[in-house]
């Protein structure tokens, strides 16, 4: 007798009163608790109407299979078989979470190791701070009454400044310490220039022929679209980021490593270098915006000015951003562990427009250019304006661009009036004025080289050899109605790049030789305006930034540069 459901031998026979058929007495009460009717006839059904069937105490018999040895033996092979397998997948299920396990606890100890560095650095970086914000002279502080009463929020008023007897503001002027620190740091630098060679890292020529379109970042608002200054901070200080892997050692070598072995094999951990490569952009939408290359994201959007920003630049290692502004303010920007930065110093010194933020190369100071034709030398760490120089000429051109001689003692600006003026920074002299050029000097940039200056305005790219003082070659890309908005060298003094109504770059040569334009990227923007070029890192991509608010970046895909390599 089988059951109805299953069509097996029930183990607990029951049969219905109705029916007469047959089923396994779990099979039939699972079926009447949900249906309430019988699975065959489809009749009402209840428990009341199934009756268990009674069977004899009969020992159920042997399998076939049990009845002999042979087939004992059989029976004993396959349960055997069914024990090794199981026992080898816990096997393999133990060796993965060994692995596991290691994997953790290498990963946890490794990332300790990198934060307890990270922490050291941190700490000595804010003992140095704290050091030399205790060495500042209380004869520089005193004269200009930087007082708490007048810091709020970290940002200093300079509405109280004293005055003398012609209503000028009275400066401390640059000490005879600072004098000395900017000669050292123009010693050690010069120095440092004679032995420098080309960097074998540097993008060749054939490189940059290639370059092409990278990325298009849109980093400013729409309704006020334009950028019109950037600055690129790259450095060697490791960002905090590792990677974790393990592998046989078999595998490529990572860049820095170290070896573990855990018993059944060594394994690898990798701690991988990235370096800072990090874009601040100013804007006519009166923000400034600092922007992570490589991951492609915003970090911080540094809002404070009412009017366009038209100059930004990193300080101290990217610690500090300072920007110039139409509104005639310069803002001291201070970055913060979490990426942001908060202003710290709004320097009201200039009564036009300021055009122009340059930073000195020993990262202390900073000099503004303005409209209303002076330049202000400012203390980095106290935002402090040591000196307002003024052209005792008698010429009321206001500044348009300026910029640092790469060794520091030297100072170029540009003027609205086609004037391109070179100052002995120590005692704030004119020492040099070179014209020729028509409209208002737009940039300004020195080579690494120390002797090579370039300046663009309305009619072109003129070159300029400091050593006798004197124009040597004029580049005039576009037509008299088109501006060259920027010049940039890169860092190694190798190549040149323009920007107007599109972009060139220029090997450079020597004095005697051609220069020659070795890529042009046209005008993507649509704007008829690249206002401002940088260099990347050993020009391994170059940054321009035009009036459709997009910052572009040009150089050669990941793959062919891995592949030159």
Not at 38 to 57: A, F, N, Q, R, S
Not at 213 to 236: A, E, F
């Amino acid at each position: 007798m089988n059951c109805s459901i299953s069509g097996e031998v029930p183990e607990e026979p029951v049969v219905s009163k109705s029916s007469g058929l047959l089923f396994e007495k779990r099979l039939i009460e699972r079926h009447i608790s949900d249906y309430g009717k019988c699975p065959i006839t489809g009749e009402p059904l209840t428990m009341d109407d199934i009756v268990p069937v009674k069977t004899g105490k009969i020992v159920k018999p042997r399998p076939v299979q049990a009845a002999s040895i042979p087939g004992m033996l059989g029976m004993f092979q396959i349960e055997w078989d069914g024990l090794m397998l199981s026992n080898f997948a816990l096997e393999q299920q133990l060796h993965t979470a060994r692995q596991e396990l290691s994997h953790a606890l290498y990963q946890h100890d490794a990332a300790c190791r990198v934060i307890a560095r990270l922490k050291k650095e941190r700490d000595e970086a804010r003992a140095l701070l704290a050091q030399a914000e205790r060495q500042i002279p209380m004869s520089v502080v005193a004269p200009n009454a930087v007082t708490d009463a007048a810091l709020t929020n970290g940002k200093r008023a300079a509405d109280n400044d004293e005055l003398d007897p012609n209503g000028k503001r009275i400066r401390p002027g640059i000490s005879s310490s600072i004098i000395s620190e900017l000669t050292d740091c123009n010693t050690v630098l010069s120095q440092q220039r004679k032995k420098r060679q080309i960097p074998s890292t540097l993008a060749p020529v054939d490189a940059v022929e290639r370059y092409t379109q990278l990325t298009v970042n849109p980093l400013h608002r729409t309704n006020k679209p334009g950028i019109l200054s950037l600055d690129i901070l790259y450095s060697k200080k490791f960002k905090s980021e590792i990677f974790f892997y393990f592998q046989n050692i078999s595998g490529s070598k990572p860049l820095e490593s170290s070896y573990f072995d855990m018993g059944s094999g060594p394994y690898h951990v990798s701690y991988l270098a990235s370096y800072v490569d990090i874009i601040a952009t100013a804007g006519a939408d009166s923000n400034a915006v600092v922007f992570d290359r490589p991951s492609g994201q915003v970090v911080s959007t540094l809002s404070g000015h009412s009017k366009k920003v038209t100059s930004v630049n990193f300080a101290a290692e990217g610690e500090l951003v300072v920007t110039g502004s139409a509104d005639k303010t310069v803002r001291v920007w201070r970055g913060s562990e979490d990426g942001t930065y908060e202003c710290r110093h709004v320097l009201k010194d200039h009564t036009a427009e300021v055009q122009a933020v340059t930073v000195h190369a020993t990262n202390n100071y900073f000099v503004t250019a303005s409209l209303d034709n002076t330049w202000c030398f400012y203390e980095l760490a106290s935002g402090l304006c040591l000196t307002q120089v003024e052209d005792t000429s008698g010429s009321s051109e206001g500044y348009t661009s300026a910029a640092f001689h790469p060794d520091g003692l030297i100072l170029g600006t540009g003027t609205s009036g086609a004037l391109v003026k070179i100052w002995d920074v120590k005692s704030q002299a004119n020492v040099a004025r070179f014209d020729g050029h028509i409209g208002a000097v737009t940039a300004i940039s020195f080579s690494e080289n120390g002797y090579f200056l370039a300046t663009a305005a309305q009619d072109g790219v003129k070159l300029w050899d400091l050593r006798r003082l004197k124009n040597f070659r004029t580049f005039s890309p576009y037509d008299e109605n088109t501006p060259t908005q920027s010049v940039e060298f890169d860092h190694s003094g190798s190549y040149l790049a323009l920007g107007g109504s599109d972009t060139r770059v220029y090997q450079v040569a020597n004095v005697k030789s051609e220069w020659n334009c070795i890529k042009t990227f046209p005008d993507l923007s649509g704007t008829g305006k690249a206002t401002c070029i940088k260099f990347g890192p050993d020009a391994k991509y170059i940054a321009v930034g035009s009036m459709d608010r997009n910052l572009r970046i040009f150089g050669l895909p990941e793959d062919a540069g891995a592949s030159e390599s």
